[in-house]
């Protein structure tokens, strides 16, 4: 089988890609290992799919840190609102929640895949799925494909395989041996948005418990860290939004760190210090004859105030009214800066995004290109680059994908008429 350009998966940046592709004339072939595309996508979002978040380009490249200059030009390019008002066009609403988060308005994730899937047949790229990949070689007219018993030869290929997470839906790394082949250095895959597992043990007593929005501190060679956001507890530590950002910044770190990197958790970020003191004071004085976990009920869990009224007296029930001062002021400091130690992250399998993946240092930010390889495209997971919970992944394999698509036309339309000319 000939085409113009073969892209290994049919995911969120391999699908943009092949529409971005077709769009600009180029003949497009897809090859995903699964019998169906999107697989992956569909379980993102809880399957409700966050597809993205609100705010200016400029808000995006400083939320993805060090790989923003990277990523500029293809937000630039395909940016939050251009998302959005692609799928308005394909008669897929989307609706911004309180946090900034977008999801489709059906909060279906199987809708996001069922316009990306109907727009690329409708553009007449060919989705060949149920086929792995098993190798990819340059010759002088291109590339050879082997898919199973299948041959593709194809004048360019898009590489997006995703990274290594979530291998139940088809992230295997593939594309990372693919990469290798042509010379392009790997950063070493890593967890990054997981669990956070902790030292101390007394989190799994509140394993399922969540905290509405907390504000979690970190500091790591002399440099402050932190994040905010819903949290959970879980049978080894903490998980949620904020435990997930905290991971990217800190999965660096672990676990090879000499010792746990230390953090504290403001389980109450709404009220100061003081004014958190004196809402104990009242609220104890108004109900002295009720056990103070009851009372302090009002303000977070009800199992989250047993825990930490047993940290503070484990012998005895404590009622309100015989809360002593040092006691009251060890609980407001616990609510304020709860301590607790990060020995790991959750293993790699679990988690949300892959930090790691095809050195940005050898990808043509303006084009996805190789610098190594010629013709050879990135786009999405399978890239060293990541972003915060909230939607900005998926961001980055539309954005990456819709300007790899673009730019690997161009590439071949440049092949053809140089073959043309000669």
Not at 126 to 144: I, M
Not at 233 to 256: E, K, Y
Request: hydrophobic share 40%; charged share 20%.
């Amino acid at each position: 089988m000939k085409t113009d350009v073969a892209i290994i998966g049919a995911g969120p940046a391999g699908l943009m890609a092949s529409i971005s592709s077709a769009k600009a004339g180029a003949k497009t072939t897809v090859i995903e290992a699964n019998t169906s595309a999107g697989r992956k996508l569909l379980r993102t979002g809880r399957t409700r799919c966050n597809l993205t978040h609100i705010g200016s380009v400029e808000d995006f490249i400083k939320a993805y840190g060090p790989f923003g200059r990277f990523l500029r030009h293809s937000l630039y390019s395909f940016s939050s609102d251009d998302l959005r008002r692609y799928f308005a066009e394909h008669n897929l609403k989307t609706k911004v929640e309180e946090d900034g988060c977008v999801f489709p308005a059906t909060d279906r994730a199987g809708d996001i895949v069922r316009v990306l899937v109907d727009d690329a047949r409708g553009l007449s790229v060919r989705l060949l799925c149920g086929r792995r990949v098993e190798n990819v070689e340059k010759n002088e007219n291109g590339f050879v494909l082997l898919a199973d018993s299948e041959k593709v030869i194809a004048r360019s290929v898009i590489i997006a395989t995703g990274g290594v997470t979530w291998p139940h839906t088809g992230s295997t790394g593939d594309g990372y041996k693919f990469a290798q082949a042509f010379s392009h250095t790997i950063v070493a895959p890593k967890a990054c948005l997981t669990r956070l597992i902790t030292a101390e043990t007394w989190p799994g007593q509140l394993a399922g418990v969540g905290v509405g929005n907390v504000v979690i501190t970190a500091k790591i060679d002399n440099r402050k860290l932190c994040v905010s956001g819903p949290m959970m507890f879980t049978h080894d530590g903490i998980g949620g939004p904020a435990v997930f950002d905290i991971s990217r910044l800190i999965t660096d770190f672990l676990p090879s760190a000499a010792q746990p990197i230390k953090i504290t958790i403001d389980m109450l970020p709404a009220y100061e210090t003081q004014k958190l003191d004196r809402e104990i004071i009242s609220l104890c004085a108004k109900n002295s004859q009720k056990e103070l976990a009851g009372v302090l009920a009002r303000l977070i869990p009800h199992s989250l105030a047993l825990n930490l009224s047993c940290q503070i007296n484990p012998s005895a029930t404590i009622l309100a009214g015989q809360l002593q001062k040092h006691q009251r002021r060890q609980l407001v400091d616990m609510l304020k800066k709860l301590p607790l130690s990060i020995k790991a992250v959750g293993p790699i399998a679990e988690a949300t995004v892959t930090r790691g993946g095809v050195s940005i240092d050898h990808i043509n930010a303006r084009t996805m290109e190789s610098k190594l390889c010629p013709g050879l495209f990135f786009a999405g997971e399978v890239i060293n680059v990541d972003g915060p919970c909230g939607g900005f992944n998926l961001q980055i394999a539309f954005s990456t994908g819709c300007l790899a698509g673009k730019m690997v036309a161009e590439y071949v339309q440049q092949k053809k008429a140089t073959i043309i000319g000669s």
